[in-house]
């Protein structure tokens, strides 16, 4: 027994074998890779940065399809980000949110928006908006939780036009979706016309 663990390999994780496992995995919608509990496998240089863009080794990933693929596997434990599969667990860097958030339309009461790869999530108590300021300039960085743990940073036009539709809501000035208000802002700090 010790003799063929010795004998045993140590396979470094890489991207492609990720992909390899992923779509082995794949079924219809997303991996439920909450139900797995694979061996952690060390950290993997790959980074999803601010604006979206996933680099492996340095190099942004150019194909759609294959981010899409480390997407549906993606997993956040806390503030640490993994790719899962039934094999393996690795772990990667996410510079901010791993999604953003490129659009929104308004359908009925509720707001439904669109992160940079085609999810898509109606903010709601199960989806909700959430928006942190900056301790030092003030400066917003809104966010909607996409799906699982795992949000999208709404992109700059998409939160300017959901300011246009905010309404002022027990001293708070914020919106409306899924019948919950998303507080942006402190209805006493919002600038004197």
């Not at 890489?14 to 919608?29: C, D, H, N, P």
Request: charged share 25%; with cysteine.
């Amino acid at each position: 027994m010790a003799k063929a663990m010795a004998e045993q390999k140590t396979v470094t994780p890489s991207a492609e074998g990720l992909a390899a496992s992923a779509r082995a995995a794949k079924t219809r919608g997303l991996p439920p890779v909450e139900q797995w509990n694979p061996p952690f496998c060390g950290d993997i240089d790959m980074q999803i940065k601010r604006d979206g863009t996933w680099f492996y080794e340095g190099t942004p990933i150019g194909r759609p399809e294959l981010v899409k693929l480390f997407a549906s596997i993606l997993w956040r434990e806390d503030d640490n980000y993994f790719l899962v599969t039934p094999v393996e667990k690795v772990g990667i860097t996410v510079e901010d949110a791993p999604f953003v958030a490129v659009d929104f339309n308004r359908v009925g009461d509720d707001l439904v928006f669109e992160t940079n790869l085609g999810d898509m999530a109606t903010a709601s108590l199960d989806h909700p908006i959430r928006v942190v300021r900056d301790a030092i300039s003030g400066e917003p960085s809104p966010y909607v939780l996409v799906r699982r743990n795992l949000e999208a940073l709404i992109d700059r036009k998409s939160f300017y036009r959901l300011v246009d539709e905010g309404v002022h809501h027990d001293g708070w000035f914020g919106v409306w979706s899924g019948g919950t208000f998303f507080g942006i802002i402190p209805s006493n700090e919002l600038p004197k016309d």
